[in-house]
């Protein structure tokens, strides 16, 4: 039998050097805090309930706030948003996030500290999910309209003194990058580095970087590669880490956990975002969670200590908070599991039942995709794209569907990543268009515009019509 002790004091605590860049009044990356954020839900036109909403984000701790901009009205909005905010001595960054309309960045980066482009649709048209084939000559034309498009964004980003973020989603590659590197950590970050080489040339610094998917395995593999990428070629921008569309409840901390977590412990990480199905000040103390649990580990007061024997990792922990036990053992085993040093987890923990214990380990397991013992769902946290109650949804459709051992369901609000970030998904429910609902079965849309009140018993149909065709 081979067996191996660690404590947790032998991870890699030490942060990964970046530069320092300035957000407005705050400093992210280098030798600063690991910084936390949150998004917005309601609607940016709504003046009103985004300055309660982001006050609220603020207030629970949040050192970032981001705001969906669909386009120019949106992005204007910011600039009466962020007087609002500042009238009652609210001076937190807001940052804009941009999808399918560069002028939108444009507009954005004259009235926020931060802008957000997605690589993936910021000039490439909106995925297709088609094969299509570029020659050599193709493909670099294409590089060369990102170029002439992207440049004259950051002058006005340069003018204005505004960061960005480039912001890549494993779900929304575009159809050009999945037909050279196809759905794969490669193609994740050569998106993200195609940006960054035109960064680096023109100069401009204050930048910040997130890969982000919804499978903890690409999402960590991903940014690991990018690091090792980015230290290649001489760059050395701060990371911002998330594991997107994570879910609700305790699979959506488990999950998020167990991606951010793995990268946290190598060192790798400025600033993070917990992705919840739930209300976005609901977030911002399971963050404080995994950055002071680092902290923690990082002066070598972590009371943990974990042994790897017969593929399975103990570890065992004296936590008397059932969620912080959580959150700890799904960032302490993470990356062990991701690297699938162990297939097998044992979670020990006096106060807590053993039936208890069994269940969050195949929690952990299943997050991190190891072994499938209940219902996925993969469920964006919402922001103010989102087409119809998400929240409500996700109730009604878990509720129906819990007893459904290993099936996914993505659950997602609009079609910016619904497609692409559940593509490995068996059913997807998106929203198409206010309060109307497309139904997918694996990556093809079997059924448009539901009305939204019937779209969850057209799911189950779906799911039923489906089960019965099998066992024909």
Sequence with gaps: MSCKKFCLSLFKYERIPSVEVQIGE???????????????????????????????????????VRFTTQGTREAMNMQRISERLKADGYTTPLVADVHFNPNVADVAARYCEKVRVNPGNYVDPARTFKQLEYTDEEYQAELRKIDERFVPFLNICKE??????????????SDRIMSRYGDTPAGIVESCLEFLRIC???????????????????????????????????????????????????????KSAVGIGALLTEGIGDTIRVSLSEEPECEI?????????????????????QQIADDTITVTFHETDWETLQLKAAMTTGALLIDRKAHQLVIRNEGFDEERLVTLADAIL????????????????????????????????KEATA?????????????????????????????????????????????????????????????????????E
């Design 26 to 64: 705050l400093p992210l990356g280098g030798n600063n805090p690991i910084r936390i954020q949150s998004m917005t839900t309601t609607d940016t036109n709504d003046t009103e309930a985004c300055v309660s909403q982001a006050k609220r984000i603020i207030d629970a701790g949040g050192e970032l």
């Design 160 to 173: 204005h003194h505004t960061a960005i973020r480039i912001g890549v989603n494993h779900g929304s590659l």
């Design 200 to 254: 680096k040339r023109e100069q401009f610094d204050d930048v910040v970087i997130s890969i982000k998917a919804s499978n903890t395995v690409v999402m960590v593999q991903s940014v690991r590669l990018l690091v090792e990428q980015m230290d290649r070629e001489d760059m050395h921008y701060p990371l911002h880490l998330g594991v997107t569309e994570a879910g609700e409840g305790e699979d959506g901390r488990i």
């Design 285 to 305: 103390p399971v963050a404080r969670k995994l950055v002071e649990y680092i902290e923690e580990c990082a002066m070598k007061r972590a009371e943990a200590e």
């Design 366 to 397: 299943q997050a991190a995709r190891i072994k499938f013992t209940k219902t996925e769902y993969i469920s964006c946290p919402g922001c103010g794209r989102t087409l119809y109650n998400l929240q409500d949804t996700i109730r009604r459709i």
């Design 403 to 471: 007893d459904m051992k290993g099936l996914k369901i993505g659950i997602m609000g609009c079609i910016v990543n619904g497609p692409g970030e559940m593509a490995d998904a068996d059913y997807g429910y998106v929203g198409a268009a206010r309060g109307k609902i497309s139904l997918y079965r694996n990556k093809e849309c079997v059924e448009k515009n539901i009305p939204e009140e019937e779209a969850v018993e057209h799911l189950l149909q779906l799911i039923q019509s489906d089960k019965n065709k099998s066992e």
